[in-house]
């Protein structure tokens, strides 16, 4: 075969024969990879392809995410997302409401929003940063939603903003109660800075496919609100 220019070398290609720019000159990949797409790694020296679903972890798998700038009444994560998971985590972030004396809250339902279950809750809330040491407990019975905050400031550009982690557990079990523990933190109407903990036990039988977050009292007004689905 003929050659322009001079003939390759009958070698093995080696690092020192690849430029940076096979990689870099490439178009960017500017979200995580599916699960069908692939690498090129050396298994001990021999050269294989491999799909990303065997890359690293997969035990925590971002399902949707959320984000709001405007007046909505709820965020729902319904069936298309929620569903096949025992364990979900959500974490919510700069949650505005939009009058003062707000409370927000978690529902569950296992009919897409058609229904919600009932929630038997037990909450805590210590007073935390100016009146770290007061402590108030509360507790409630049958309750319509896992409460988040309560009594939350209006939003501000500052200091207005509530926040959440929820662990949502047994979302699967067609016959056990579900079960949610939060941790939130929210400004009180009042001015002082609350930190909440929360416990709660929905009496929803049959599996959650459906999540909703809202104000129960008037609208959610901003946030981001991140939906996982934890593998057990």
Do not use: C
Not at 150 to 162: M, N, P, R, Y
Not at 184 to 206: H, I
Request: charged share 15%; aromatic share 10%.
């Amino acid at each position: 075969m003929a050659y322009i220019g001079q003939a390759p070398a009958n070698k093995p290609v080696e690092g020192s024969d690849i430029s940076a720019t096979v990689i870099t000159g490439q178009t960017a990949l500017e979200t995580a990879p599916a699960d069908t797409d692939e690498f090129l790694i050396s298994d001990a020296g021999t050269l294989k392809r491999i799909d990303a679903s065997l890359v690293g972890g997969k035990d925590f798998v971002k399902l949707a995410t959320t984000t709001i700038s405007s007046a909505v009444s709820a965020v729902n994560f319904d069936n298309t997302v929620v569903g096949g998971y025992n364990y979900y985590q959500l974490r919510m972030s700069n949650i505005g409401v939009s009058n003062d004396a707000d409370d927000i809250g978690i529902k569950l339902s296992s009919d897409n929003g058609s229904s919600f279950g009932s929630i038997e809750a037990t909450r805590a809330y210590p007073q935390s940063l100016e009146n770290s040491g007061n402590y108030d407990v509360s507790s409630a019975g049958d309750y319509s939603y896992h409460l988040l905050t309560q009594d939350s400031e209006a939003t501000e550009s500052t200091d207005g903003i509530s926040g959440a982690i929820v662990d949502i557990f047994n979302a699967s079990n067609a016959s056990n109660h579900k079960h949610m523990i939060s941790h939130s933190f929210t400004k009180n109407q009042n001015g002082g800075y609350y930190a909440y903990w929360t416990t709660s036990r929905n009496q929803l039988t049959s599996a959650v496919n459906y999540i909703r977050i809202n104000n129960e009292n008037n609208t959610l007004d901003s946030g981001t609100f991140t939906l996982y689905g934890i593998e057990s």
